[in-house]
C-alpha cells in the first residue's frame, strides 16, 4: 500500500500547482472550471461540467447562476435533452475567460515543453498502463470484503 500512499501524495502536489495557478486568477476552483469549459467547449451542461471536473451539481448551479446574474454566462436549448440546459458565455463572458484561458493553456505548454515530448507520452502511457492494471486487479479482488 506504500506505493498508493506515496503516489496519492503525488497527486496531491499536482493538484496544489493547478490549484496555486487557479488562485492567480481570482477565481475558486468551480468557477474556473466553468469558465474554462465554456470557453473550450463552446457550450456545455452543468451535469458534463460537474462530472469532468468532479464538482458537485449544486456547487456548478450556483456557479453559473452566480455567472448568469453577472451577464458572463447564457442558458441555451440542448437539442437531445430539453430537461438539461446547456450554458454558453455571452460576449462579457468570453472577453473575461479568454485571457485565463489563454494564460493557462500556456503555462501548460511550456510545463511540458520543459518535461519534453518524450517524457510527456511516456508519463501518459505509463498512467494509462496504470489505471488499466488497477482496472484489471480491482475486478480480481474478492478478498476485500469486511464483516463490519
Known amino acids: 500500500m506504500y506505493n498508493f500512499d506515496d503516489l496519492g501524495k503525488k497527486i496531491s502536489e499536482i493538484d496544489e500547482r493547478i490549484d496555486a495557478l487557479i488562485a492567480k486568477t481570482g477565481l475558486s476552483y468551480s468557477e474556473f472550471a466553468v469558465l474554462y469549459t465554456l ?50 458565455l455571452t460576449q462579457k463572458g468570453r472577453d473575461a475567460a479568454d485571457p485565463i484561458v489563454r494564460a493557462s493553456d500556456e503555462l501548460g505548454e511550456r510545463v511540458f515543453a520543459r518535461l519534453g515530448e518524450k517524457n510527456t507520452q511516456k508519463l501518459f502511457s505509463l498512467l494509462t498502463r496504470f489505471c488499466e492494471i488497477c482496472d484489471d486487479e480491482i475486478k480480481d479482488a474478492s478478498n476485500l470484503k469486511t464483516k463490519i
Open 39 to 88: 470557453a473550450k467547449d463552446g457550450r456545455s451542461t452543468q451535469k458534463k461540467i460537474s462530472k469532468e471536473w468532479l464538482i458537485p451539481k449544486q456547487t456548478v448551479f450556483n456557479v453559473c447562476k452566480d455567472f448568469r446574474q453577472k451577464g458572463l454566462v447564457q442558458p441555451s436549448e440542448q437539442s437531445t435533452d430539453k430537461r438539461e440546459r446547456a450554458m454558453s
